[in-house]
């Protein structure tokens, strides 16, 4: 799991939180996932009532979609600043995995019923306008443990059990995109549109009275971008048009130049 954070955000009053789960590969056609709850714990390990739901809807998940460097947007929520001490992923009983023979097999998940699934974080605080990124780094390989004593033709529901391995990291976001509008008169509003499981996550901006437009704290990732002239062009001069840019790639520690744009 991975803690990406401290890109600042123009409101000052509250943090943002994002939860982002991806995953190493394992050797199954499907891993999927029974997600019911998402909690952090802001107070002392000892202290039961330090535990916080976040916004977060119950789903199934497969997490097998989201490998070599793609995530799943689990929750995206403003949250207090503050120091964070865990994370908890509760799992319901309805996880299973689709094997290489194309059979479904459940998946036992006692601790993850009950408890749920605890990570530790490391001198993790939220601050006033900045954005935090939790990544979860499940570890399918690691996870999905076959029982020593399941022999074929035995009950398909006893063969595996899930033992969650996640992997904490840190990484920050500070992934950006910028560029220039043409005719600079158009004023166009900007927007950044990545696809998730929540839905389009969008970011969005104008362009300045010179047509340039830049938008700092994104998330790596591909996303679609759209371009709408907020004014109408002079009588006899063409007309400004909505404009959509597609595969519009955008790394960490990174500002993608996307160049000039014609809105005509």
Not at 66 to 84: E, M, T
Not at 105 to 117: E, I, M, N
Not at 224 to 236: K, L
Request: neutral net charge; glycine residues 8%.
């Amino acid at each position: 799991m991975s803690l990406a954070s401290c890109s600042k955000d123009s409101d000052g009053n509250t943090a943002k939180l994002e939860v982002r789960m991806t995953d190493a590969p394992g050797d199954f056609h499907q891993v999927v996932l029974d997600v019911r709850q998402i909690e952090v714990h802001s107070n002392e390990e000892q202290d039961k009532d330090g535990w916080k739901n976040l916004s977060f809807t119950p789903q199934t998940l497969n997490i097998l979609e989201y490998v070599n460097g793609k995530s799943a947007l689990l929750v995206k929520q403003d949250f207090a600043p503050g120091d964070l001490k865990e994370i908890r992923l509760v799992l319901g009983p309805d996880s299973y995995v689709i094997g290489r023979d194309d059979q479904r097999y459940d998946l036992k998940t006692p601790s993850g019923q009950t408890s749920g699934v605890k990570l530790k974080l490391d001198k993790t605080t939220l601050r006033d306008g900045e954005t935090y990124q939790l990544l979860l780094d499940f570890d399918v390989a690691k996870s999905v443990v076959e029982r020593g004593t399941w022999r074929t033709g035995n009950d398909r529901k006893e063969r595996y059990l899930l033992k969650p391995v996640i992997r904490v990291m840190t990484q920050e976001v500070r992934g950006g995109l910028s560029g220039t509008v043409t005719p600079a008169a158009a004023r166009p509003q900007v927007l950044a549109i990545r696809s998730t499981i929540l839905g389009p996550d969008t970011v969005s901006t104008s362009a300045d009275a010179s047509g340039a437009f830049q938008l700092g704290a994104l998330p790596a990732g591909t996303y679609r971008v759209e371009f709408f002239p907020s004014t109408s062009a002079p009588t006899g001069q063409p007309a400004y048009r909505n404009v959509t840019r597609t595969g519009v790639v955008v790394t960490n520690d990174n500002v993608t130049n996307m160049g000039t744009t014609s809105l005509n």
